[in-house]
DNA sequence: TTATTCGTTCAATCGCAATTGAACGATCCT
DNA sequence: AGGATCGTTCAATTGCGATTGAACGAATAA
């Protein structure tokens, strides 16, 4: 594998790279996805560290983290010990992917930590470490995060499916 | 101002403040909106900064991004020249200002350079610089792009209303 | 067996963005 | 007027996480 990227291509990279990097994820892992996405023929580690000019170690964690999302999968290539990868195309899958494997662990996440903090809070009122008006004002306000916790978490199935 | 902060907001405010940061956001402006959030109070930047350990450059920074987004406001205290803060407290526009001043700007650029992209392709077909094949391919995936990227500036705004 | 060729790991490095803090101009007070 | 108290700015610093690259074990080939 010895090609040259297309005009198109590498600009493609460089944006799908800036994205991930604006939404706080490694460069890197936006070139990679980016690097597969278009490219006609699934590539190795080697292809993908030699194309976008990173280390070896860089396309295998970032591989191994864009596959831990679905984002891409490997490929066996008979013939070939190497192991060869491809974006996964289906981006509606993709987002659906995102969202389960992504989005909802951390909402779920957030609402135990806001029990944990709605309990805290009752410990504080019992010892009276709050007065009761500061107590009414928190308890308003963290219950207002649930609530709309809740209701995000009702949402989001429903606008995946209209997708 | 001189008060110490209750067990159940110093945990709110590491919380919003580690949301934050692995959003890619600064963790003070979490920090500072978790402070807010769950003050009786409005405070003055030196409170804010106080309360937090931070200097008084970052909250200052800090808080006019905040209010830029609208997610917190000034208020006016009569008879104090200092600038007041408080968070605002209704989630839900909150988060259509988010969508409105974040998301959405962003999608339309996504869009444009997406449109750039596929002038860039057919500049390159025209010139012969990728193959027919590879042409067909590069199209057909960012195609699937912009329709993908078509139905979400469709379905956020009627996923918002849904909230 | 030994020699390659894989992919992975992890300590060291690097780069970027957050944070600091001093200097500054503006505004208010006396 | 001068002095005090604001908020902002920006160059310097810091801290964090991405990236590197060498070392490693495993699997294959000779």
């Given at each position: 594998m010895e090609i040259t990227l297309s005009k198109t291509r590498?600009?493609?990279?460089?944006?799908?790279g800036r994205m991930c990097q604006q939404l706080g994820l490694?460069?890197?892992i936006g070139q990679i996805y980016g690097l597969l996405y278009l490219s006609?023929?699934?590539?190795?580690?080697?292809d993908i560290a030699e194309q976008l000019s990173i280390s070896k170690g860089?396309?295998?964690?970032?591989?191994?983290?864009?596959?831990?999302?679905q984002a891409i999968k490997q490929v066996?290539?008979?013939?070939?010990?190497?192991?060869?990868?491809e974006a996964v195309g289906n981006l509606?899958?993709?987002?659906?992917?995102?969202?389960?494997?992504?989005?909802?662990?951390?909402?779920?996440?957030?609402?135990?930590k806001l029990d944990s903090l709605l309990a805290?809070?009752?410990?504080?009122?019992?010892?009276?470490a709050v007065s009761p008006e500061d107590y009414a004002f928190f308890?308003?306000?963290?219950?207002?995060?649930?609530?709309?916790?809740?209701?995000?978490s009702r949402v989001l199935p429903i606008a995946e499916k209209l997708l």
């Amino acid at each position: 594998m010895e090609i040259t990227l297309s005009k198109t291509r590498l600009e493609f990279i460089e944006t799908v790279g800036r994205m991930c990097q604006q939404l706080g994820l490694p460069r890197s892992i936006g070139q990679i996805y980016g690097l597969l996405y278009l490219s006609p023929a699934s590539l190795s580690l080697d292809d993908i560290a030699e194309q976008l000019s990173i280390s070896k170690g860089s396309a295998s964690t970032g591989t191994r983290q864009l596959a831990s999302w679905q984002a891409i999968k490997q490929v066996w290539v008979p013939g070939d010990r190497r192991d060869y990868f491809e974006a996964v195309g289906n981006l509606r899958d993709l987002l659906e992917s995102i969202y389960r494997n992504y989005f909802k662990p951390k909402l779920e996440k957030g609402g135990r930590k806001l029990d944990s903090l709605l309990a805290t809070l009752e410990e504080e009122r019992q010892q009276g470490a709050v007065s009761p008006e500061d107590y009414a004002f928190f308890k308003e306000r963290l219950d207002n995060i649930a609530r709309l916790e809740d209701r995000i978490s009702r949402v989001l199935p429903i606008a995946e499916k209209l997708l």
